[in-house]
């Protein structure tokens, strides 16, 4: 059983300790501070690269992002389709390949979220200053079009260089919940009606592109996501994250740019880091999992008979979905970064539904999507290309190793948030649902707040699913433990 802590607990220590743990460098190497005062100091922008600094550009991200790396606009065309455009920060313009931030930038390959703080890959004077697509900033973007048809078919991908400038930021809870017909315009909004019929039409198309991935076997997976709710630099309580429309709008537009990127490097022959979640190679225990909710699936893996199964249970018993999502994933596998060579077809991402898919639309905080747009230049330019075939497989393995190391590091720290933040209701009893029953413990999770325990009193006879009374009965933050009795 844990033991009663102090209501204090050093949580950025602990995640700063769990980051060198996991193999990560969180302090910035010598030599960085003066390349970024170099780069800091030089604040002239690209010639001679297509000005689209007029359009009505805006992005939608989670309230407290400072690291923009994407803004949107869209427009109808006389066929009726819908252009999108996808303006991505052109971090390589201020990185250089071989600098001492970009070394640092491909060791590390990823910025990490801890809930109290963030790992930056990239210094934050540049993910959240120079690089960040900031609103009212002039910059240097990769800018990804295509068009999007009734069916939600996406054509005429292309991919070039261009000028930006953003001219709303904009969070996904406000917007969701005006898209969605439940909350006020954002102020921003509110006040520029060409901003909302832009948002309007933007969400139109990614409406349309949603059904259509679906009708190809795209899994609707529902992890439960929460962040910390913090007060003088403590965690005071767990908030949900909720999906809505403004989050899909955004997930919709990333997914067919991604693709885009992809055929382009196709086109033009040559490699490329691709981002891929194989068939699962533990199906039968999926179609064992389906068969005891009643549910026959196919005995070879099939993307679209297993996203049926799941909008059906996600129907028929909403609370207890994000459970079997949660098994599903499992089950599937994590996704990993591959090299793709000219030529030589992607394995694809099941989870998906797509077959070409790189990550190339967060540069600012991955790094396979700084080198997506260095080989897009090299072809934009007709140059050579910046990395080996033997390069590229030695970032896509060091990439899917740190991501792995990041979850990791995440989800300690989300325990460990929650300890924090449920010690002082110590004794208090909470609905909550059995969500494992293992050689190791029972574990239930409170619903209000969300939040994950081991049943270490009165666990005999509990089953997955079960519903239950649960008394916090004691918490250890040091070790993310949260212990309940069922009562």
Not at 30 to 50: F, H, Q, S, V
Not at 244 to 268: P, Q, Y
Not at 384 to 398: C, E, G, K
Not at 458 to 474: E, N, P, T, W
Request: charged share 25%; net charge negative; aromatic share 6%.
């Amino acid at each position: 059983m844990s033991s009663p802590q102090p209501s204090h607990f050093n949580l950025i220590g602990a995640a700063h300790a769990a980051m060198l743990e996991r193999g990560f460098q969180p302090d910035f190497p010598a030599g960085t501070d003066k390349e970024l005062a170099a780069i800091l100091a030089d604040e002239t922008l690209p010639a001679g690269l297509e000005d689209l600094r007029g359009l009505l550009w805006s992005s939608i991200d989670n309230d407290t992002s400072r690291d923009l790396d994407q803004i949107e606009w869209a427009e109808r065309l006389a066929d009726g389709r819908i252009r999108i455009l996808i303006g991505v920060a052109d971090v390589d313009y201020r990185v250089h390949l071989g600098s001492v931030i970009d070394k640092h930038a491909q060791s590390e390959t990823t910025s990490v979220y801890t809930g109290v703080k963030v790992f930056p890959m990239l210094p934050v004077e540049l993910s959240e200053g120079a690089t960040s697509l900031n609103e009212n900033a002039d910059r240097a973007a990769i800018v990804i079009e295509f068009a999007v048809d009734a069916t939600g078919q996406v054509s005429d991908g292309k991919a070039y260089r261009a000028l930006v400038r953003n001219r709303a930021q904009l969070a996904y809870n406000a917007v969701g919940a005006w898209l969605e017909g439940h909350g006020a315009a954002p102020a921003k909004v509110a006040a520029s009606a060409d901003l909302a019929a832009q948002l309007k039409l933007q969400d139109e198309a990614a409406r349309r592109m949603v059904g259509n991935r679906f009708q190809h076997g795209a899994l609707d997976l529902e992890s439960v996501e929460t962040r910390p709710v913090m007060q003088d630099e403590q965690p005071t309580d767990i908030a949900k994250l909720e999906k809505n429309r403004a989050t899909s709008l955004i997930e919709e537009f990333m997914v067919a740019a991604n693709g885009v990127m992809a055929r382009h490097f196709e086109e033009a022959k040559v490699a490329s880091i691709r981002r891929i979640v194989r068939v699962p190679k533990r199906w039968d225990r999926i179609v064992e999992l389906a068969a005891g909710l009643g549910t026959t699936l196919p005995a070879e893996p099939d993307s679209k008979s297993l996203n049926d199964f799941l909008l059906a249970r996600k129907k028929a018993d909403p609370e207890r979905f994000p459970d079997l999502s949660l098994a599903v994933v499992k089950l599937m596998g994590p996704g990993e970064y591959v090299l793709v060579r000219a030529g030589v077809e992607s394995p694809g991402h099941f989870g998906l539904a797509v077959q070409d898919y790189t990550h190339s639309t967060a540069p600012n905080r991955r790094f396979p999507d700084m080198v997506a747009q260095r080989i897009l230049k090299a072809v934009i330019d007709g140059g050579a290309q910046p990395y080996s075939n033997d390069a590229l497989d030695a970032i896509a393995t060091r990439c899917t190793e740190m991501e792995d190391a990041a979850r990791h590091v995440e989800r300690d720290m989300q325990k460990r948030i929650a300890a924090v933040v449920l010690h002082p209701r110590i004794g208090q009893v909470f609905n909550g649902i059995v969500t494992g029953v293992t050689p190791h413990g029972t574990f239930a999770r409170a619903l209000d707040p969300h939040v994950e325990g081991m049943v270490v009193q009165g666990a005999k006879g509990l089953d997955v699913g079960d519903r239950v009374q649960i008394k916090l009965i004691g918490t250890n933050p040091a070790r993310g433990y949260i212990d309940f009795a069922a009562v």
